[in-house]
């Protein structure tokens, strides 16, 4: 019965390799997003979807490619992986744009690129 | 560039004193201010959200006090319980589909 699921939950990899993240939501939300959160514990959007459609990109770079299939799903790809690649990543979902209920996070995948 | 500025970055308490966690913020457009608390491991879970037009909101122990003038916003936490280290995020909606988080504070209360 979890809301918001995210496969792996650690993912450890070699420099340059390509990685995918799954995502899944079982709350009906229109609305799904990653987030990356540093070393420090600093929080940072990436990407927003609404209704399968990208609507917020961060500046992230271009070796991301996130891809939502359903309103239920949304995956991250990242190829070429970095050392600065390193970090948790975090799927949310919401609904409206998370007024009033905010937005419910996963627990995270751990990505080390070694 | 950072939206929401908070501090401290960590606090130590004694069970039962009072957290106090304090955000300030630029952008007048950000239309609410949830706070979000993180345990080891885990994601970040809503804790207790205002909007701007109330000068505060009480959810059991944990309160947002709100100042639109000083676009300032804080949580405070009474009676702390040691179950209630974790570690706290505010932060503010500029549109639809993002928020800006701060940095973080670590709180750890001592039983």
């Known amino acids: 019965d979890t809301a918001v699921s995210q496969t792996p939950k650690y993912l450890v990899t070699q420099m340059g390799n390509d990685k995918s993240i799954k995502c899944e939501q079982n709350l009906g939300h229109d609305t799904m997003y990653w987030y990356k959160q540093d070393s420090k514990k600093f929080l940072k959007i990436m990407f927003s979807y609404n209704n399968k459609e990208l609507i917020i990109n961060e500046t992230v770079p271009n070796r991301f490619s996130p891809k939502s299939p359903d309103k239920a799903h949304l995956n991250l790809h990242i190829n070429s992986l970095e050392l600065g690649d390193s970090a948790v990543y975090f799927c949310?979902?919401?609904?409206?744009?998370?007024?009033?209920?905010?937005?419910?996070f996963g627990s995270g995948t751990r990505l080390t690129v070694v | 560039q950072q939206q929401v500025k908070q501090s401290p970055q960590s606090l130590i308490v004694q069970k039962g004193g009072i957290s106090i966690i304090n955000c300030a913020y630029e952008?007048?457009?950000?239309?609410?201010f949830p706070w979000y608390q993180q345990f080891p491991g885990k994601g970040p879970a809503l804790l207790i959200a205002?909007?701007?037009?109330?000068s505060e909101k009480k959810e059991g122990r944990f309160t947002i006090s709100f100042n639109k003038s000083a676009k300032q916003f804080s949580l405070h936490i009474m009676d702390s319980q040691p179950g209630d280290s974790a570690t706290y995020f505010c932060a503010a909606r500029p549109d639809d589909y993002k928020l800006s988080f701060g940095a973080g504070t670590t709180v750890t209360v001592r039983a």
């Open positions: 952008n007048t457009a950000f239309d609410y």
């Open positions: 949310a979902s919401s609904q409206d744009g998370g007024l009033p209920y905010g937005y419910t």
């Open positions: 205002i909007r701007p037009d109330v």
